[in-house]
């Protein structure tokens, strides 16, 4: 049983940066979310697809970060110009639609991408 | 819009004691309330949700939460703690079931004294 992989687990850059973070859903999984946990905090929406089309952004989705899924399968999140603020754990998850089978309202989660911005 | 209180984010029980942990929320529409857990270094699992119906959900590994409207709670039991119930609680909510743009409270973390 394949669950939800991302990629890198860990990344440390320095600011000004440019990372890029990969996410794998469950293959029959349409819809696929970001997320972002900071220390002491809980996870905290970001954005989330429905096959290709992004559906929704946060506000906490500044212009220096986007989100593709270009085919509907796997996703990336880019973050430009990282800023010490940055420094997260950016977690993704996938989940069926309602319409289709099996669904039960669950987000099956990755382990998550942590960000260390020196 | 919608936010989720827990309650302490530290709580520990000695092994065979009752785990009780605490959520409230606030939401403008009837809610949808979940309780997710993360052991260390793997991801947020489901253990029981609340969409429509009976009110007391049992989840996995013998955890419980009884949805109090009056009270605005969703807490979450377990009768007997194990030292494998070592984790961090996430209580979240969703006001729309069928779109997982949950809002999550800040976690507890539970500790078990053997």
């Known amino acids: 049983d394949t669950g939800v992989s991302q990629d890198p687990r860990h990344k440390i850059t320095k600011r000004g940066q440019n990372v890029t973070f990969r996410c794998d859903p469950i293959s029959e999984h349409n819809r696929l979310y970001w997320y972002r946990q900071t220390l002491g905090q809980g996870p905290e929406f970001l954005t989330y697809f429905q096959n290709e089309a992004q559906l929704e952004k946060s506000r906490l989705l500044s212009d220096r970060f986007s989100a593709e899924r270009p085919k509907g399968s796997f996703s990336t999140l880019e973050i430009q110009r990282t800023e010490q603020g940055d420094s997260a754990m950016y977690l993704c998850?996938?989940?069926?639609?309602?319409?289709?089978?099996?669904?039960?309202?669950?987000?099956?989660f990755g382990e998550g991408s942590r960000l260390t911005v020196l | 819009a919608q936010s989720v209180t827990q309650l302490g984010s530290h709580v520990s029980v000695s092994e065979g004691a009752l785990v009780l942990l605490r959520c409230n929320y606030s939401s403008s529409v009837p809610p949808y309330l979940f309780w997710y857990v993360q052991y260390p270094n793997q991801g947020l699992q489901l253990l029981l949700k609340?969409?429509?119906?009976?009110?007391l959900v049992k989840g996995i590994n013998g955890f419980e939460a009884e949805f109090k409207k009056s009270e605005t709670s969703f807490h979450l039991t377990k009768p007997s703690a194990h030292m494998s119930d070592a984790a961090e609680y996430f209580c979240a909510v969703s006001s729309n079931f069928g779109n997982e743009k949950l809002t999550f409270g800040t976690g507890t973390r539970l500790t078990i004294i053997p």
């Open positions: 609340y969409t429509t119906g009976a009110t």
């Open positions: 998850a996938s989940s069926p639609t309602r319409r289709a089978g099996g669904y039960t309202g669950e987000l099956f």
